[in-house]
């Protein structure tokens, strides 16, 4: 482009007109300056986003847009004037009660062009005022009559000759009016809506409205009699669930009174022969549970409540395997020991059970059959809300123990079981079913037998028992048939860390300390128990009891003190720091002789007992002050407690009993 100006120059009266240049103006030649530069306008915003990407739902991908919106808006105004002629403007004329008649500057105008003609006809020809004027005048009425009756409805205003007339008046002042409330209360509520959860909602609403149409459908059928009654029946029934609590209250209260010596007894009464003898104890006779379909099953498996600490869970089925028939589960009340508080009937014999420690309303149990559930106490069916399945991995042979464990890292809760074919499961409650998990096969020393396809078949041992340490979570002791005990973690699924031959015949049971780390207790049916110390295979004390011995347990108040049942009916009481040969206590507490004692349990608060025998009653039993001894507390000294000092007094034990380390040359 070229930057030119033209001067014009006056010269000796000629004009001449002469270019001037800038002085950086470029110098271009002629094809540079014909040369053409093509600029195209288009409509695409070069503002506007190129990268714009959505989720698409139906690829499950980040998509990019093809196409970006090239619109830009630079002014926008709303107007509000409509055109006369359109519905809308017709419509508000209307709703204004203004007809569509000519206006009076229109009827005015038409008169003055009426006038000119006039004038001009006159002026052109002069008509005569009785034949052209009376005909004229007459028109004229004839068309202003319908003109004056369309019109005579309202009188428009003249739109062009309009005045406006305002006048300015007071404004009245605005006033404001507040009030202060107090915040309505707020809460805040939060729920997990899962898939399952809102598939579950449905379900009960289906069957909610299904059952009301069913009342409908057998109302309708019934005539005036049958509805009377079953009215009847329905408010007999509601007043029962009414009253259910109160009877409960009512129940436990005639209960106190019939055994009222029993409860005075538990509560106060306390062996005074205890003083004039050092290292003996007594046992106090308590009640007896029973229930009448239980009398012919045995007693596998008691468990008290962590939380409620009167309430405890028995177990029936039957070792006789020869005579498997059902099994039952009872909770029982040290408030009402005459009923069971919730029975729960098996197809198959229970073998073991489990109440968790946070969530007491959830009863793991173990079955004869190989499969385990979990049983709610607070769902009113008899059913178990999770049961195993042979497709879920069930064991093949009777589960002989069930264990609660903390929760995994998923929050799910989760236990452990062991079996006659060798395995011990973790099995994980997630949605409505049991996930299971292999932790360790009890795999026996022997070597293993070549199979058909040359694979190598290992011969497993048979589980009965376990425990898991109280203080290091992953460390576990497992009993087996053959005798041996083996020290596991649940880290290591393919081998263990420790075994002991600890017994010659099947291992009963299996104990850690609740207050020392590395002791452990151990009972068997070759008639002993034996306490070790888990860093060593050689037993620290072992005691005969004469008897095939069905169940230990460690009290929960000192950690020298254990108790043991044998198959002869006696239960035997020990307290190591009084005496390391023989039990404070050795006390027959059936009444027929040849009753199995089969468990044992201690309360965790109270100083009592309870012992299940092979006809299936259940008997409490009161510690006498010997048998809890606490240590003597001298004269203005505090007697020192906690877990240290139990720890102490069982080191101290140890000390006497260990051997001596071998001496260096």
């Known amino acids: 482009m070229t930057c030119q ?60 847009i093809a196409s970006v919106d090239q619109l830009a808006i630079h002014f926008s105004l709303d107007g509000n004037m409509l055109h006369k002629d359109s519905d809308e403007a017709r419509r508000q004329l209307a709703r204004g009660g203004l007809a569509e008649a000519p206006s009076e500057p229109a009827v005015a105008e038409g008169e003055e062009k009426a006038a000119e003609a006039g004038a001009e006809g006159g002026e052109g020809e002069a008509k005569p005022e009785g034949e052209g004027g009376e005909a004229e005048k007459e028109e004229g009425a004839a068309q202003a009559a ?31 009016r507040g009030t202060q409330t107090e915040p309505p209360p707020r809460v805040n509520f939060s729920a997990t809506a899962n898939q399952w959860e809102i598939y579950d909602a449905y379900a009960e609403d ?54 009222d010596d029993i409860a005075q007894d538990f509560k106060y009464w306390e062996d005074v022969s205890d003083e004039y003898r050092e290292q003996e104890g007594t046992l106090l006779p308590l009640w007896k549970f029973s229930y009448e379909k239980s009398k012919r099953l045995a007693v596998t498996a008691i468990c008290w409540d962590p939380k409620y600490r009167d309430l405890l869970a028995v177990a029936h089925g039957s070792y006789d395997f020869l005579k498997q028939t059902r099994g039952l589960i009872c909770l029982y009340s040290l408030k009402n020991p005459s009923f069971p508080e919730f029975i729960y009937n098996t197809e198959t ?19 004869y059959d190989g499969s385990v559930g979990v049983f709610s106490l607070t769902e009113k069916i008899q059913e178990p809300m999770y049961k195993c399945t042979a497709k879920g991995g069930k064991h093949t042979d009777p589960v002989w123990q069930v264990k609660w464990q903390k929760d995994d890292l998923d929050n799910n809760m989760n236990f452990f079981s062991i079996g006659g074919d060798g395995r011990v499961v973790s099995w994980t409650l ?65 081998q263990f860390l420790d075994t002991f031959d600890a017994h010659h015949m099947a291992v009963h049971s299996v104990r850690w300390n609740a207050f020392h780390p590395k002791i452990f207790l151990s009972c068997s049916a070759d008639w002993t128990v034996k306490i070790w110390e888990h860093t060593s295979n050689m037993p620290l004390f072992t005691f005969d009891l004469g008897s095939s011995v069905g169940d230990v347990a460690w ?31 050795e006390q027959v507490v059936v009444t027929k002789k040849k009753t199995k004692l089969t468990h ?28 809890r001894k606490m240590p003597k507390e001298k004269k203005g000294v505090e007697a020192q407690k906690g877990p240290e000092v139990e720890i102490a007094k069982m080191d101290k034990l140890l000390s006497l009993v260990r051997e001596p380390p071998p001496e260096k040359n």
């Open 5 to 64: 100006r033209w001067v014009k120059l006056e010269m000796n009266g000629c004009s001449k007109k002469t270019m001037v240049k800038p002085d950086d103006q470029l110098e271009l030649t002629e094809g540079e300056l014909k040369e053409e530069f093509t600029r195209i306008l288009t409509a695409n915003n070069p503002h506007a986003p190129q990268n714009i990407v959505r989720f698409s739902f139906k690829e499950k991908v980040f998509k990019q």
């Open 146 to 176: 319908p003109a004056a009756k369309e019109g005579g409805s309202k009188k428009l205003t003249n739109q062009f000759n309009f005045s406006e007339r305002a006048s300015q008046t007071f404004n009245n002042p605005y006033r404001e």
């Open 206 to 259: 289906i069957q909610r409205q299904e059952k009301s149409k069913e009342k409908k459908g057998f109302r309708g059928q019934q005539e005036s009699t049958s509805r009377k009654k079953i009215t009847a029946i329905e408010n007999q029934g509601d007043d029962i669930s009414r009253i259910e609590k109160p009877a409960k209250i009512l129940e436990r209260m005639v209960n106190q009174n019939t055994y």
């Open 349 to 367: 014999g229970v073998m073991c059970l489990d109440i968790h420690p946070a969530y007491p309303h959830l009863v793991a149990v173990g079955f």
């Open 430 to 494: 997630v949605k409505n079913e049991l996930l299971c998990t292999d932790v360790i096969l009890l795999k026996l020393d022997e070597s293993p037998a070549d199979g058909a396809d040359g694979t190598q078949l290992f011969t497993l041992g048979c589980g009965t028992a376990f425990d898991f340490h109280k203080q290091t979570d992953y460390l576990f002791l497992v009993g087996t048939e053959e005798g041996k005990i083996h020290k596991c973690s649940k880290a290591y699924s393919s």
């Open 555 to 585: 009290a929960p108040y000192s950690s020298t003190v254990f108790a043991a049942v044998t198959s002869d009916g006696k239960v035997h009481v020990f307290d190591l720091n009084v005496n390391k040969y023989e039990p404070l206590c």
């Open 600 to 627: 044992i349990e201690f309360n965790p608060t109270y100083p009592m007992i309870i012992v299940g025998d092979d006809r299936g009653y259940v008997t409490s039993l009161k510690l006498s002050p010997n048998l």
